[in-house]
């Protein structure tokens, strides 16, 4: 359980790490790019809120991602604070090589599973995608980062349909070989908490107890947080979120995004959990998102308002 | 628990039954009023996708209610089929006259744990709420009907703010005398999983585990569906929902409204618990309500799709 401990209620409070995906998975599929200007106030706006791993930037090819394209400049521009980890995803060597000299303080390496949607959103199969994720691995930690690999559509593909939680595991038990920490996301947001469950423990079989687990839910059929709560159960205090619940996925345009940094604090703050997060001082940065995607964003407290008020 | 097992990672998949409140509390505090056909139509629908129990309308005065003031033609014209309870909500013996007249099967009485939102939503206080409800389950008892007491602002009020189990507990034991259910409601959607489960010990500690508890969920902070699983590890299995999530507060306007039956349906039908809807069948009904009310519904099932496709 990683050092967890489990009361008869449901996970004991304790201290959860929030990581910021906004800056990245969020506005990465937006039809509107925000200007590098507006990223450095998004990513400001986040750390002043309390954000401590913040998933600012990827270096995916520009032409793939053209929304990234700015990811050095992004990076030279975001406020350096102690404590403040800056993380970049990374999908090849080439990725690897911008992040380090863009001065990251973390690496994301990403693996789908699901063989037919490696190919089509990197462009390499599932096991291509292990082998460079390894590669990527190996030489971040030699330049002495701090890594992830995640595994996307963990709970299930678009083009495939179910995916098992033992293949799961089999691609974890490769792909996560000398990382620190290994995210299993829900891609298309069609996860429920008994997945997570089942996740949590065919993976633990494969890789043992000691590599952390970080999750990363989509709210796209409305049980990201549900899974959330449940993924907290399995002993695991690490949650990807997006402020604002920015962050749709390019396969499932008509799908809300990534679950709410704002909803998610609310409610582990509220089962006594610390999150480390200024609830009022982030509330804002909805509507600041709001107005530079043209939109509106599918958070619920900003519009709603806290409790007790 | 009430019969219920709990397994290590949460309930047992069991029959969990939807109560159907779309027609009631979906469309109360609605700013366009559905006429009498379309209600039926609406009741109609959610019947033959499969819903069993359903809140169909209120028999709160019109002059305060008016969006429900066409509860006997919508009673007298609702589809009867084996199987099929129709649910009358009732404030007072004048609105119980009214219910028995109109033919439902069940009596849903209403008691607001705090007195301020009680005296602002029913002109009474809690106190005199309690012994309006108490003699409300007598009589339906009398005249052969099922009663169910609905705690509402169960997890907090939007005007005194907290509200501490130990009271809820002390107002149900009073209030669910002779009834054959009781039902705990986050009228204005602040709750947490914690709190479902803090509330369910307190509950049953006063009033005994023979007294089934339902559970009543908004999801305007993105909290309901996660409420609505830790609901069912409590080993309740009657779950409020309303089509197309329907069903805001009217001391909250910007609020989303109930938990949504089809993507609760999709959450707990994908753990293995068993609804009896048919999720197809109902999901066009979604953009019925939308086209009817002149505004999206927050279901997001409805959307993104099911899964697997």
């Given at each position: 359980?990683?050092?967890?401990?489990?009361?008869?209620?449901?996970?004991?409070?304790?201290d959860?790490?929030i990581?910021?995906?906004?800056?990245?998975?969020?506005?990465?599929?937006?039809?509107?790019?925000?200007?590098?200007?507006?990223?450095v106030?998004l990513?400001?706006?986040?750390?002043?809120?309390?954000a401590?791993?913040?998933?600012a930037?990827?270096?995916?090819?520009p032409?793939?991602v053209?929304?990234?394209?700015d990811?050095?400049?992004?990076?030279?521009?975001a406020?350096?604070?102690?404590?403040?980890?800056?993380?970049g995803?990374?999908l090849?060597?080439?990725?690897?090589?911008?992040?380090?000299d863009?001065?990251?303080?973390?690496?994301?390496?990403?693996?789908?599973v699901s063989?037919?949607?490696?190919?089509?959103?990197?462009?390499?199969?599932?096991?291509?995608?292990?082998?460079?994720?390894?590669?990527?691995?190996?030489?971040?930690?030699s330049?002495g980062?701090?890594t992830?690999?995640?595994?996307?559509?963990?709970?299930?593909?678009?083009?495939?349909?179910?995916?098992h939680?033992?293949?799961?595991?089999?691609?974890?038990?490769?792909?996560?070989?000398?990382?620190?920490?290994?995210?299993?996301?829900?891609?298309?947001?069609?996860?429920?908490?008994?997945?997570?469950?089942?996740?949590?423990?065919?993976?633990r079989?494969?890789?043992?107890?000691a590599?952390p687990?970080?999750?990363?839910?989509?709210?796209?059929?409305?049980t990201g947080y549900?899974?959330?709560?449940?993924?907290?159960?399995?002993?695991?205090?690490?949650?990807?979120?997006?402020?604002?619940?920015?962050?749709?996925?390019p396969?499932?345009?008509?799908?809300?995004?990534?679950?709410?940094?704002e909803?998610l604090a609310?409610?582990?703050?509220?089962?006594g959990?610390?999150?480390?997060?200024?609830?009022?001082?982030?509330?804002?940065?909805?509507?600041?998102?709001?107005?530079?995607?043209?939109h509106?964003?599918?958070?619920?407290?900003?519009?709603?308002g806290?409790f007790?008020?």
């Amino acid at each position: 359980m990683a050092g967890q401990q489990r009361g008869r209620g449901g996970p004991v409070p304790s201290d959860v790490t929030i990581v910021e995906v906004s800056p990245r998975d969020g506005l990465q599929n937006e039809a509107v790019h925000l200007s590098t200007a507006d990223k450095v106030e998004l990513v400001t706006r986040l750390v002043e809120a309390g954000a401590r791993r913040v998933e600012a930037v990827s270096f995916a090819h520009p032409r793939v991602v053209p929304a990234m394209a700015d990811a050095e400049a992004v990076m030279a521009a975001a406020p350096r604070r102690d404590g403040v980890s800056y993380i970049g995803l990374v999908l090849n060597r080439r990725g690897l090589d911008r992040a380090l000299d863009a001065g990251v303080d973390e690496v994301n390496a990403v693996v789908a599973v699901s063989d037919a949607f490696s190919r089509r959103n990197q462009g390499t199969g599932t096991e291509e995608a292990v082998r460079v994720a390894a590669e990527v691995v190996a030489a971040a930690r030699s330049a002495g980062l701090r890594t992830t690999v995640t595994l996307a559509t963990a709970f299930g593909c678009p083009f495939e349909g179910e995916v098992h939680p033992d293949r799961v595991a089999d691609v974890a038990a490769r792909a996560a070989e000398g990382a620190d920490e290994l995210c299993l996301g829900d891609t298309i947001g069609v996860g429920v908490p008994t997945q997570v469950r089942d996740l949590a423990d065919a993976v633990r079989g494969r890789v043992g107890d000691a590599l952390p687990l970080r999750w990363h839910f989509h709210n796209t059929r409305n049980t990201g947080y549900a899974n959330a709560v449940a993924a907290l159960g399995t002993g695991s205090t690490v949650l990807d979120a997006s402020a604002g619940g920015i962050g749709g996925c390019p396969f499932a345009p008509a799908a809300t995004g990534n679950v709410a940094t704002e909803d998610l604090a609310y409610l582990l703050e509220r089962m006594g959990h610390r999150t480390g997060l200024d609830l009022p001082a982030l509330l804002p940065t909805a509507a600041f998102l709001a107005d530079r995607l043209g939109h509106p964003v599918p958070a619920l407290l900003p519009r709603a308002g806290t409790f007790p008020g």
